[in-house]
């Protein structure tokens, strides 16, 4: 790879761990007290898809350890905000369901973060944000 490259590459990935960075102290800042980005993260996932899902395809989706998850899904559970249950189909697996007390969570931090993030892309203007998101993607695709 030429030396222009390479350069091109490392301004890439340096602005989108700036653009990481930022976001998640933003997001910190504004989610409801107590809520990391990862709770606000899984909720988001639950209530999006509407099904429960296994604790590793939680942790596939996000790509972190199934450690990783099971620490987040019982911090989500001691708090009330999702159930879990044994898969009845498969006794070894179990399976991860959003609360009404996990919806109104998520509802509560959707509402904190959306003048946030409404205001970032008023700024970026829609067709900016609209354009940025197909490049978005396959970037996350590539890594993936």
């Given at each position: 790879m030429s030396d222009e490259k390479n350069t091109l590459a490392i301004q890439l990935f340096s602005e989108l761990l700036a653009a990481d960075q930022s976001v998640r102290n933003r997001l910190t800042r504004v989610l409801p007290k107590g809520m990391e980005i990862s709770?606000?993260?899984?909720?988001?996932?639950?209530?999006?898809?509407?099904?429960?899902r296994s604790p590793a395809?939680?942790?596939e989706t996000f790509n972190v350890t199934?450690?990783?998850?099971?620490?987040?899904?019982?911090?989500?559970?001691?708090?009330?905000?999702?159930?879990?249950?044994?898969?009845?189909?498969?006794?070894r697996r179990k399976m991860v369901g959003i609360s009404p007390a996990?919806?109104?969570?998520?509802?509560?931090?959707?509402s904190?973060?959306?003048?946030?993030?409404?205001q970032v892309v008023e700024k970026l203007g829609?067709?900016?944000a609209r354009a940025a998101l197909p490049i978005l993607r396959e970037i996350r695709r590539q890594l993936d």
């Open positions: 709770h606000f993260s899984v909720l988001n996932s639950l209530a999006w898809h509407g099904s429960e395809q939680l942790a199934r450690g990783a998850m099971t620490n987040t899904l019982n911090k989500l559970e001691w708090a009330g905000y999702i159930h879990v249950r044994p898969d009845w189909d498969d006794a996990g919806r109104l969570a998520h509802v509560n931090a959707v904190a973060i959306t003048p946030m993030i409404n829609e067709e900016q």
